[in-house]
């Protein structure tokens, strides 16, 4: 997907880490406002919103307004090219068949095949709601993601379904 001026985007701290929430986890979410040439380089500006560090919300005011991470695609003087900036696409568009997934997820119960089909999965894998990991629950590590719950409380709010 092409970001361009108005895109909501993440920007990840390091490119070897993509984590949504946890400890690894280390980005900021903004709005770009424009692309500018900086220190050689065409860099994104970015008005931030919300800041991630170490898998916590940091307060507004102790991060910085606006950052200027590299377009992707520009080469690094490491040999790489950079890709660390990403449409934020965690506004998928929430549906009851996501919520009782979300929901069974949260209470930890078993997912059942007929529950959750493998685009079910996908989808909700790449917005960041679930995630998989090396804990032991009923669905053999799957659960939902701090992201994915605070989506899913939205969600369910706008629905007239808790207050």
């Keep these: 997907m092409d970001i361009k001026i108005g ?5 990840f701290d390091f490119h070897y880490m993509r984590d949504l929430d946890g ?16 220190q050689g380089c065409d860099r994104y500006v970015i008005e931030v919103k919300r800041c991630i560090s170490g898998g916590e919300d940091i307060a ?6 606006t950052i200027y991470p590299p377009v992707n695609g ?3 003087s490491m040999g790489r090219i950079t890709d660390g900036v990403e449409v ?9 068949r996501y919520a009782l997934i979300l929901v069974k997820l949260i209470n930890n119960e078993k997912l059942l095949k007929r529950d959750m089909d493998p685009f079910d999965m996908v989808a909700l894998t790449q917005v960041g709601a679930i995630k998989r ?19 899913f409380v939205r969600w369910a709010q706008k629905e007239g379904m808790v207050a």
């Design 7 to 11: 895109t909501k985007v993440r920007s």
């Design 23 to 38: 400890p690894r986890s280390c980005y900021m979410e903004g709005i770009v406002t424009g692309i500018e040439k900086v």
């Design 60 to 65: 507004s005011g102790e991060f910085p307004s």
């Design 74 to 76: 520009t080469p690094t």
């Design 88 to 96: 934020n696409i965690m506004r998928f568009p929430m549906n009851h």
């Design 133 to 151: 990991t090396n804990n032991e629950n009923k669905n053999r590590g799957l659960i939902i993601t701090q992201a994915g719950k605070r989506r």
